[in-house]
C-alpha cells in the first residue's frame, strides 16, 4: 500500500495560484497513476486530473488549461499547479493512488479562491 499527504493548499484570490504537492511513502511509486480529486461543499468528489505511470495525463474540462498535474518518481511526488485559478475551485483537494486491487487516498488539503 501507499500512504499519501496532500499539502499546499490555502486561501488565494481569484486569478491567483497555488501548488499542491502529494508526498507518497511506500513502496512501488512509479506503478501507480497518480490522480487529483476535489470536493466541494454539497457536491460529489470528481477527478481534477491524473497522471500514469508513463506520463499520459488526463484532465478535467473545468481545468484544461489552468491545471498542470506533474510527477516525480524518484522523489514520490506528485504535484498539481494550478493557475488563473476561479471561485468555484474552491473545494477539498485529495491525492489518490491506483493500481490493479488497490486504491488510495490522502487527508485531502483546502483550496479557497475568493472573488
Known amino acids: 500500500q501507499v500512504q499519501l499527504v496532500e499539502s499546499g493548499g490555502g486561501l488565494v484570490q481569484a486569478g491567483g495560484s497555488l501548488r499542491l504537492s502529494c508526498a507518497a511513502s511506500g513502496t512501488l511509486f512509479s506503478i501507480y497513476t497518480m490522480g487529483w480529486y476535489r470536493q466541494a461543499p454539497g457536491k460529489q468528489r470528481e477527478l481534477v486530473a491524473s497522471?500514469?505511470?508513463?506520463?499520459?495525463?488526463n484532465y478535467a474540462d473545468s481545468v484544461k488549461g489552468r491545471f498542470t498535474i506533474s510527477r516525480d518518481n524518484a522523489k514520490k511526488l506528485v504535484y498539481l499547479q494550478m493557475n488563473s485559478l476561479k471561485p468555484e475551485d474552491t473545494a477539498v483537494y485529495y491525492c489518490?493512488?491506483?493500481?490493479?486491487?488497490?486504491?488510495?487516498w490522502g487527508q485531502g488539503t483546502q483550496v479557497t479562491v475568493s472573488s
Open positions: 497522471i500514469t505511470n508513463t506520463g499520459f495525463t
Open positions: 489518490n493512488a491506483r493500481t490493479v486491487g488497490i486504491s488510495s
